[in-house]
């Protein structure tokens, strides 16, 4: 018996090591360092709109996308991930229902749907489409709220990103962002609070 204490002593030992070391020290540290450091990405980056009353309220986040299903909406990717294959038969049943449920809610726009649109992103809560998805849209939510093209696409413009440093990632539009300024939330940078 003293012979296999003694050989798993090392094991036992190390266990305990690692365990206080990864399950301890390392989250704390990294939660102190994320919070010292970055505090509105360590929260979650919510975005909060302060009314002229005074009142706040959380709004959404910048990180994680939030479902938007109404015409007068620039909708995103579709929520929840799949984890299917491209050649999956339930994948392309999948897909076909989604780009059934877009000729329901416009079916003026006979445009080919954006692949982004109707495809979950690899997280299932992408904040961003693609300026192609954006601008497909763009007829509908004017109809949908009495605007002009020109004036929804101004907004949709405002709330884009090119590549990052010019050659890194993909252009992407930030959809809460767009829908909060359609609905007028976002109108004045001051009302905007972190």
Request: one cysteine or more; charged letters at 25%.
């Amino acid at each position: 018996m003293r012979k296999i204490l003694k050989k798993m002593k090392p094991a036992l030992v190390c266990f305990v090591v690692m365990t206080a070391l990864c399950g301890i020290v390392y989250p704390a540290f990294v939660t102190f360092f994320a919070r010292t450091f970055f505090p509105e990405q360590a929260n979650g980056s919510v975005i909060v709109i302060e009314s002229n009353d005074g009142f706040r309220k959380k709004t959404g986040s910048l990180l994680i996308a939030q479902e938007f299903a109404k015409s007068e909406y620039l909708i995103g990717r579709p929520m929840g991930t799949t984890n299917l294959s491209p050649f999956a038969e339930e994948q392309k049943k999948l897909v076909q229902r989604r780009v059934d449920w877009f000729r329901k809610i416009d079916p003026d726009n006979t445009r080919e749907i954006p692949a982004d649109l109707v495809t979950a992103s690899g997280s299932g809560v992408d904040p961003f489409i693609t300026p192609e998805a954006a601008e497909y849209q763009i007829p509908r939510i004017a109809r949908a709220r009495g605007m002009s093209e020109e004036a929804v696409k101004e907004v949709i413009e405002r709330y884009a990103s090119g590549r990052f440093l010019g050659f890194w990632g993909e252009p992407a539009v930030h959809v809460l962002k767009v829908n909060l300024a359609l609905d007028g939330l976002l109108e004045k940078p001051e009302a905007i609070k972190r």
